[in-house]
């Protein structure tokens, strides 16, 4: 397995990804035109301290991760998704995408991570409960932090 950050690759194969995850596994309301962020990774995302990784294996794209700071320390962790043959404790896809985002996170500084998820990603809730991730009312997570319209659970993590 390989983890690095975006730098140019084919978008594309991040949207196919991540939305074939969302829609077609788990049914959430949402499509790739609703999350133009995809489309402008280095715009949205590799700014402050924020960054965007993918996990290849054999040359495949299988996982992302993305670190969006919104500033005064704070950032949103979005767009996790691995693809479902390569999930599992037994390959640390997930671990080592989550490792590499908060050691990121941690070396510059950020304070807090903020995120939304939707009510299907049970084994997700889990894991961030794992990754030292707290659950929080929607009221708590500051206004700059992007969410989407399907989100209905969040959490925090603090440094």
């Known amino acids: ?9 084919d978008s594309d194969a991040i949207v196919e990804l991540i939305t074939t995850i969302q829609i077609a596994e788990f049914g959430v ?27 290849f ?6 996982g992302t991760i993305a670190l969006k700071d919104v500033g005064g320390g704070i950032c949103a962790l ?3 998704f691995v693809k479902q043959a390569f999930r ?3 390959r640390g896809i997930a671990a080592t995408l ?3 985002l908060l050691d990121h996170a941690r070396e510059r500084g950020v304070r807090e991570i903020y995120l939304g998820t939707v009510d299907v ?15 929080i009312a929607r009221e708590e997570v500051p206004d700059l932090v992007p969410l989407m319209d399907v989100d209905v659970k969040y959490y925090r993590h603090r440094f």
């Open 98 to 100: 989550m490792r590499t």
């Open 29 to 55: 309301a949402t499509s790739a035109e609703q999350q133009p962020d995809l489309r402008r990774i280095p715009e949205f995302y590799q700014q402050g301290a924020g960054n965007f990784w993918l996990a």
């Open 121 to 135: 990603y049970h084994a997700a809730h889990r894991f961030y409960e794992k990754s030292g991730f707290t659950e």
């Open 1 to 9: 397995m390989r983890i690095v950050p975006f730098d140019g690759h």
């Open 88 to 90: 599992g404790r037994e």
């Open 78 to 80: 979005r767009k996790m």
């Open 57 to 62: 294996e054999d040359g495949e794209l299988v």
